[in-house]
């Protein structure tokens, strides 16, 4: 009965900005890390950003100061602010957290992904 809906994705030209949202619903205990990968075409998926419960959060070096993740825990929600965008950047994008339900053990959840597309 948990899931995560994401929205946010888009195309956008190099050096732009997009700001992706994936909220979590359901019968849902607490929260604990949350974080945003992507998959590109021929590639395999890799972490773009993580953050704990308490805030605490890890880049990969590829994207480290150009994106910033985010959570409002009252929402149930994690943002990935993507700035300076390249065409590299080009993947679908999937939120992930790791989620108590109410009456089981933590598990792993995943979004539906969100496409986005840096192109000039």
């Known amino acids: 009965q948990v899931q995560l809906v994401e929205s946010g994705g888009g195309l956008v030209q190099p050096g732009g900005s997009l700001k992706l949202s994936c909220e979590a619903s359901?019968?849902?205990?607490?929260?604990?890390?949350m974080g945003w990968y992507r998959q590109a075409p021929g590639k395999q998926r890799e972490l773009v950003a993580g953050?704990?419960?308490?805030?605490?959060?890890n880049y990969a070096v590829s994207v480290k100061g150009r994106f910033t993740i985010s959570r409002d825990n009252a929402k149930n929600t994690v943002y990935l602010q993507m700035n300076s965008l390249k065409p590299e950047d080009t993947a679908v994008y999937y939120c992930n957290a790791r989620i108590v339900p109410l009456l089981d053990r933590e598990h792993d959840y995943w979004g539906q992904g969100t496409q986005v597309t840096v192109s000039s």
């Open positions: 359901g019968s849902i205990f607490s929260i604990n890390a």
């Open positions: 953050i704990t419960s308490g805030g605490r959060t």
